[in-house]
Each structure stands twice: as C-alpha cells, then as structure tokens.
C-alpha cells in the first residue's frame, strides 16, 4: 500500500489539512474543529503527519502522538526556506508542508518531552513572578524620587527593615505596591524551595553547578531549554541555539560577521548572559578571553562573547559527564 502524508495548518480554533498520496496527489481538504481531527485521520490510513510549530499545536500533537500517529512538527523559519526552494512556494500552508513531508524534506522542530515541558514551566514561571516583583519595586523607586524622599542607606529598600520603613511613609501608592508584591514573593519562595529540590537530585543540574557562576536556577534552566543533550553535535551547536553565534554574511568571496542571530532558545541565551555575569568575577579561562575581547570591542560585546564560550563550556561538561575543572588551577 503506498503511503499517505497530511499536513495540517493548525489555528486556535480549527485546522486546515491537506491528505496527499506517495505521488503527491491531492486525496482530500478540508477545513475542520480542532477535536474533529481523530474522526478525520482515521478512515484516510494517513501514515505520517506534519504541522508547524506554534502556541497552538501542543494539545493536537500529544493527542495524535498518544493515537500511533508519526508526526512531525516543523521548524517555521526554515520550512519557509526549504518551501521556496523544493516547491517553489513562499507561503506555508497545510498542502506545503504534506509535500516536504513526502519529499522527506521537512525540518524538524524539537517538542521537549512532557517532564522537560514540565521543568519549563516552572521555571518560565518563576522568572515572570521575579520579573513582576522588579517592576513593582521600581514603581515603588518611582513614587520615592517624585515624592523627594531618599531611601535609607542602612540597610536595603526591599530587606524586611526597609518594608517596614516604606510602610511608616504614609504614602499609599507605595502601600499598594507592597500588598502586590506580598503574594508575588510568597509565591516565589514557594517555587524556589521546589525547584531547589529538584536541582538536588538532578545529576545533570548538580554538573552545571560545578561551573563557576551557574546556581541551581540557571542550570534548572539551562536544563530545561536543552533537553537532551545528544540534540547537540558540538558545543558550537548548542550555541547556535541558544542565538549566541554571530551572523553571517557573504559577498564576492568574503565572509564578515555581525551581531549575534539571536534565533533559538532567549531563555538558554539570557541565562548564559546572566551566568556569564557572576563568572566573571572568577579567574578562568572565559573570564581572560572576556578581558581581551573588551579591549579590543568594548565589555557589552565581551559579554555576549563570554556567554558563547559558558555555552560551550556547560556542552562539555554534560557530555563528558564531568564536573568543571579550571585549568588556570593546574598552572598556580
């Protein structure tokens, strides 16, 4: 029996899909309720199943992965790419991703199984109710210097003696800002107490930890968005994912490279950069490449710089299922 290949256009509510035969053949189209896709595929004998990766695709996906389907969910800038040049279509639609499907011709887009989604969340999570709390400490900043009044210099603004210091103000827009702020940080105590957990018996993470500047939550993190490691031939890949690599651009036989790409994971790209940032004020052997860097370009590109090599360095220590060693130690 020849095989049968459909690509589905997936939309909030409804999916468009397309059945073609091994010829390429149109079989069938039609526009459907997402929950009617099962009934759809079934009668069809479709073999294998293809849909681009976007916010609305994880239920559909789990569901068909659940019924035996083999599916695959493409990367959308590349099948883009790939379209123009095998089929000479600029628009993705559910046909066009049938057609790289049978052509084996699709790029593939990684799904995190469901406990590595699951780490993600929680994660994502916490830095949102972090990032939450920041902005409602700089509001509070905020209504400080419109009101002319100076922070104490004793102790920190947001200790428990300088809540109690803000609330003898008076002010009562910075005595909403704090009845905000009292749930977020009961929260993210909570949270932190839970993936600390989680860090402690997580071998992967307890490796990253060993590299200077890495605490539990960035290699949470990093845990997360990589996944598997084997995903990754090199530690330049595991680079290139994270957008940390600088793009490329060729003309009349010269390469030159600009700005990073930034594609890929931003969570995997931010931690580096923030982990970079604490090991930095380690001697090692990216903290020496990053004093060089800045000379020559300034530290914000050194930075970024020294974050790329971090990738690598963590690449390394995953794979080779060692914990971090400083060379520079061996030479004092």
Known sequence: MSAVFCGLDVHKESTYATVLDSTGQVVTQRRMKNEEISEFLEPLKVDRVAMEASTYIIPMYRRLIEEGYDVTVSHPKKTRYIAEARIKSDRVDSKALAELLRLDSLPESYIPPPEVAELRERVRRRAFLVRQRAKLKVKIRDVLAYEGVK??????????????????????????????????????????????????????????????????????????????????????????????????????????????????????????????MVHLRYDTPVTRFYHRVAERRGRKPALVAAARKLVTVCYSVLVNRRPYYNPLHAQA
């Open 151 to 276: 922070p104490p210099t004793s102790h920190g603004l947001f200790t428990r003696k300088g809540v109690e210091w803000l609330k003898g103000l008076g002010l009562e827009p910075v005595d909403c800002y704090l009845r905000l702020m009292a749930p977020l940080s009961k929260e993210i105590l909570l949270l932190s107490k839970e993936l600390r957990g989680m860090a402690r018996d997580d071998a992967d993470v307890r490796l990253l930890m060993t590299v200077p500047g890495v605490g539990y939550y960035i290699a949470l993190l990093v845990k997360a968005e990589i996944g598997d490691i084997s995903r990754f031939s090199s530690g330049d890949h595991l680079a290139s994912y994270a957008g940390l690599v600088p793009s490329t651009r060729s003309s009349g036989g010269v390469e030159r490279h600009g700005r990073i790409t930034r594609e890929g994971s931003r969570w995997l790209r931010w931690a580096m950069v923030e982990a970079a």
